[in-house]
């Protein structure tokens, strides 16, 4: 990427957190256009949408962000009551630093990145002479945002004529619905959105996917069976030919211990390569919230052998494991464009770091 991109790239970021201090609704998207002197300004979030089929309607932004909100911190309470009822009337002593220790290993936090934030908070509460726990408190969400920071990440669009984005994860993380939710969005975003059925294993795959591009007039290329890496490559030509402006490929789910199906994985990618110089521009790993620690071992194995350059996070409702972002951010930092916490299209939402600690610790 140029130093000029570069610059456009942060300077979009800039503008973006700085908009983030009026409550308003956005899909962290960035839509980039060489042949426009404006490139690199943030696309404004469109409307929301109840269900896949329902028409938009306009709503108030600020309620619309208070309830992705309210949904996030409703999602994550399983998560959040071991770790907030803490600092309720509570000494600042040894047992608090235990139980918050106790409390964040059992949110799947990770021995490194919970044994980091205990160590940075005994130290600021020391040199600040904090004597109340609900300044531990604030202290804990200053170190807590500081840590996830880096894992916050917009996705880029138009830097790349058509974008292509290949999709992996293991079976069940919610993939497929995933891809139909971010083309519904980019399709809001004025991106005309081409879609590749590479699960050429599962049936319900491509039917899914095919569903969504019907209801959502998108093309879906498919196969009823033979080699993913083909369909991948027919997707990437097709979507040069129609003029597209991204191409999402979806893949089978795999267990990163089925070792010929991540060197399948290896062979799409390059294969999408061969169909367009510097393809795949995305990388994209969905991992479910629920799964903790093992998430953690996902992010290691496909980064290894894809050189993942996002995750998206599901399933993050009702989830008791939350806390394995701070895991993921001490063992393997790949930045989180979203997470998900529900099957509706607008449970799907950019990551906020401050927004995620907030839901964590309300």
């Known amino acids: 990427m140029s130093g000029d991109m570069k610059g456009q790239i942060l300077s979009v970021v800039v503008a973006q957190r700085s908009e983030r201090l009026i409550p308003h609704r956005m899909f962290s998207f960035f839509k980039k256009k060489s042949s426009s002197p ?75 990145a919970t044994q980091f934030l205990l160590d940075a908070l005994k130290q600021k509460v020391k040199a600040d002479k904090l004597t109340d726990t609900l300044q531990v408190k604030a202290a804990l969400r200053t170190l807590m ?134 393809a795949p521009h995305e990388v994209l790993l969905v991992i479910d919230g629920n799964t903790g620690q093992n998430a953690l071992t996902q992010v290691k194995a496909f980064d290894d052998a894809l050189q993942l350059t996002g995750l998206i996070v599901t399933k993050l409702d009702g989830t008791a494991k939350g806390g394995v972002l701070a895991a993921i951010v001490k063992q393997r930092a790949v930045p989180v464009y979203f997470i998900g916490v529900g099957e509706g299209i607008d449970d799907l939402q950019p990551f906020v770091a401050s927004e995620f600690v907030d839901a964590l610790l309300d």
């Open 38 to 112: 404006e490139a690199g300004r943030a696309v404004a979030a469109a409307q929301t949408a109840s269900s896949v089929t329902a028409e938009s309607t306009p709503v108030n932004p600020a309620e619309a962000k208070q309830s992705w909100l309210k949904r996030l911190k409703t999602g994550l309470v399983r998560t959040s009551s071991s770790i907030s009822t803490l600092f309720t009337g509570t000494r600042i002593d040894d047992a608090l630093y235990e139980e918050l220790e106790a409390a964040l290993l059992m949110a799947d936090a990770g021995v490194e």
């Open 145 to 278: 945002i500081d840590l996830l920071q880096p894992l916050e990440k917009p996705l880029v669009l138009g830097r790349e004529q058509p974008l292509v984005i290949m999709i992996a994860g293991v079976n069940g993380a919610g993939k497929t619905t995933t891809i139909g939710k971010l083309a519904k969005h980019m399709q809001q975003h004025d991106q005309k959105v081409l879609l590749a059925a590479g699960d050429t294993f599962r049936a319900a795959a491509r039917e899914q996917l095919t569903v969504w591009g019907e209801r959502n007039d998108i093309a879906v290329i498919s196969q009823a069976s033979g080699d993913p890496a083909a369909v991948a490559f027919d997707a990437v030509q097709a979507g040069r030919a129609r003029g597209m402006d991204v191409v999402m490929i979806d893949t089978a789910g795999r267990l990163p211990t089925q070792l010929h199906l991540m060197d399948e994985l290896k062979k799409i990618k390059r294969v999408i390569g061969k169909g367009l110089e510097g």
